[in-house]
């Protein structure tokens, strides 16, 4: 069996592209069974996001199984494969591996570290797991993805530093004011921007939202969306009063604030303080500001040096987290190495559990005259005689099986504590099977090159 994920997002296609390869939430679960039914694919996982649109799917065989995904994508969208393929990636085994482990932990992400994303890939593999989409590998992979992007959010600072201009903004106010609680934003322009910016502040507590705007009506809208009021250009004096936050944005070519209007409203304020977050190219507030008492005044190149200085430290954290990704991948190709074992184990305890109570049936119709007590003794000490026994082969099978020839140790193991007709009744033969079919049951086979580097590796005895 082999891993692989194919997919488009926000760095290989635009937004007009990727808008035509989302799946629709109410189709999802048709969109699995489909995937499933695709030939070659054993087990699948949708991910679909405005960024991104992923198929992780595990294969019987790499030949050949990237055209069935492709040709499950074009029938479900109905767009021809030509119009898709120079958009389109795929990885391979470990590489398939890292990269979901990279972006539940939000580092292919367009804004590096959020957190979104791990939500949105823990939803995407439980509405699979409902459809009974996955099994074996999936179950075990996803929940792996999951945790290591929780431990990795919890364990590392790559949150602590805000890397959009509105975020920045909303994080120079905390640390002038503390809190925003109570606080009264002043909206100066109707822009986009601005709207962002408000709903930083108003999700920190900010209460009292107003909107100045030279076209009123545009005053109104922004105000309705942001629950905030409308007021005309002509108050916007009284308003400057009255403010504890100023965002300004619009298309003014000169000052909207001077220098002047500002220690005006500075004088009737007793000593409040006043931020001011100047967003427009040009400038809407007059730098002359910055120099007036209880005035902090920031435009968007401050805003941005901020950024680019918060993306630097993210990008510290982001390594740290490909760390523990690195470790993430061992573990789990060792998992996989080791998932042959299990019936060879199992087998064997049930087979000294068999023999063991044999012997204690034997033994017991030839000693009759022992009493209770004696029999428990007995029973202990001989279970725990076989159990000693057991210990190091099971031990040494299970690192041998980790190792490059693992599948050939566990079919040796097995033939030498005869174990293939118990092996063969337990339901966890279909594990053995599957084992035996890929790659780590092939180890001495030639194999044909592939472009992807190290694909391959994981799932196929390299």
Not at 52 to 75: P, Q, S, W
Not at 95 to 113: K, N, P, Y
Not at 281 to 310: C, H, K, W
Request: charged content about 30%; some cysteine.
């Amino acid at each position: 069996m082999h891993i692989i994920a194919v997919g488009l997002n926000y760095r290989t296609a635009p937004v007009e592209i990727r808008e035509r390869f989302a799946f629709e939430e109410a189709a999802l679960p048709e969109a699995l069974r489909q995937l499933k039914d695709t030939k070659s694919i054993l087990e699948g996982v949708i991910v679909s996001t405005c960024n991104r649109t992923e198929i992780y799917a595990v294969v019987d065989r790499l030949y050949m199984c990237g055209y069935y995904v492709r040709n499950f994508l074009e029938t479900w969208f109905r767009i021809p494969r030509e119009q898709m393929k120079d958009y389109l990636y795929i990885y391979e085994d470990r590489q398939a591996i890292e990269h979901l482990f990279r972006v539940t932990c939000g580092l292919d992400s367009m804004v590096l570290g959020e957190t979104q994303i791990l939500g949105q890939v823990r939803d995407a593999f439980l509405k699979a797991q409902a459809e009974k989409a996955t099994g074996t590998l999936f179950n075990m992979l996803f929940k792996q993805a999951v945790t290591l992007a929780k431990r990795a959010h919890a364990d590392t600072a790559i949150n602590d530093n805000p890397v959009s201009v509105s975020y920045a903004a909303v994080e120079l106010g905390k640390r002038i004011f503390g809190h925003f609680r109570g606080k009264t934003v002043l909206i100066v322009g109707a822009g986009k921007m601005s709207e962002l910016t408000l709903k930083h502040l108003t999700a920190g507590g900010a209460e009292k939202v107003v909107v100045v705007n030279r076209t009123y009506e545009k005053a109104v809208e922004l105000a309705a969306r942001t629950g905030g009021t409308a007021t005309p250009i002509d108050r916007l004096q009284d308003e400057l009063s009255r403010a504890d936050i100023v965002i300004s944005s619009t298309g003014a070519a000169g000052y909207v604030l001077t220098r002047e209007m500002v220690g005006q409203a500075i004088a009737r304020r007793k000593s409040r303080p006043l931020f001011m977050i100047d967003i427009a190219v040009p400038r809407d507030i007059d730098p002359g500001v910055s120099e007036l008492a209880n005035v902090f005044l920031y435009d968007i190149d401050d805003l941005q040096a901020i950024v680019e200085t918060n993306l630097n430290e993210r990008r510290k954290e982001a390594a740290k987290i490909e760390a523990m990704i690195a470790d993430e991948i061992a573990a789990f190709e060792l998992w996989y190495k080791q998932l042959g074992v299990h019936p060879v184990i199992r087998a064997l305890q049930q087979k000294a559990v068999a023999i063991h109570d044999e012997t204690m049936a034997s033994m017991l119709n030839k000693l009759s005259d022992l009493d209770e007590r004696e029999i428990q003794i007995i029973r202990k000490l001989t279970k725990s005689m076989l159990n000693q026994m057991m210990r190091d082969p099971i031990m040494r099978v299970k690192e041998m099986a980790a190792e490059k020839r693992g599948s050939e140790a566990i079919r040796m193991f097995t033939e030498l504590f005869a174990l293939e007709e118990m092996i063969e009744s337990q339901p966890e033969r279909a594990a053995t099977l599957a084992s035996e079919k890929s790659g780590i049951a092939d180890e001495g086979r030639e194999r044909r090159p592939r472009l992807s580097v190290k694909a391959g590796e994981l799932l196929a005895g390299s």
